[in-house]
């Protein structure tokens, strides 16, 4: 279930997270509008990003404690973020169109939502924090609902 505690690796997770969508609000594409949104998945998505946020910080067993078989769901977890950043920066590298932001990597569909999603997920897995899955679930359900949506809106 989890132990109270400062989470310095969810600290980090969310500092990965929190850079570069602070730089989109600098460069998002052209046309970007989030008019439209459906509202049930809006309302998932807000609720999925505090409580994300909440127990990736609140719950110290996501950080290490010794090498075991479960440290392969924290490596997962953090090759996924890495991943993610990677994402970030072929978007900012790219002509920062609607089609370069919902775009794909590595099979990924929508992966500047999908990554950092199973990401958080991975690290609820790692420090076997529920609350933490269950928050990214959440989460998935409204962030990568609204990214499909405006990405079949492109078709």
């Avoid at 404690?65 to 790219?94: D, K, P, Q, T, V």
């Avoid at 992966?111 to 679930?137: D, E, K, Q």
């Avoid at 998935?140 to 809106?153: D, F, M």
């Amino acid at each position: 279930m989890g132990h109270f505690g400062f989470s310095y690796i969810g600290l980090v997770f969310l500092l990965l997270l929190l850079v570069p969508n602070l730089l989109w609000t600098r460069y998002k594409p052209a046309g970007y509008t989030p008019s439209g949104e459906n509202r049930v998945l809006a309302a998932f998505e807000r609720v999925g990003e505090v409580s994300t946020v909440v127990t990736s910080l609140l719950f110290s067993d996501t950080n290490p404690h010794g090498w075991s078989a479960w440290s392969w769901w924290l490596i997962a977890a953090c090759m996924l973020m890495a991943l993610y950043e990677f994402w970030w920066i072929r978007y900012f590298r790219s002509e920062r169109m609607l089609a370069d932001f919902y775009r794909s990597l590595l099979g990924v569909p929508v992966a500047g939502a999908t990554l950092p999603v199973a990401a958080f997920f991975l690290l609820g897995i790692y420090g076997r924090v529920v609350w933490l899955m269950l928050s990214a679930v959440i989460l998935g359900v409204g962030h990568i609902g609204i990214h499909l949506q405006h990405r079949s809106a492109l078709d």
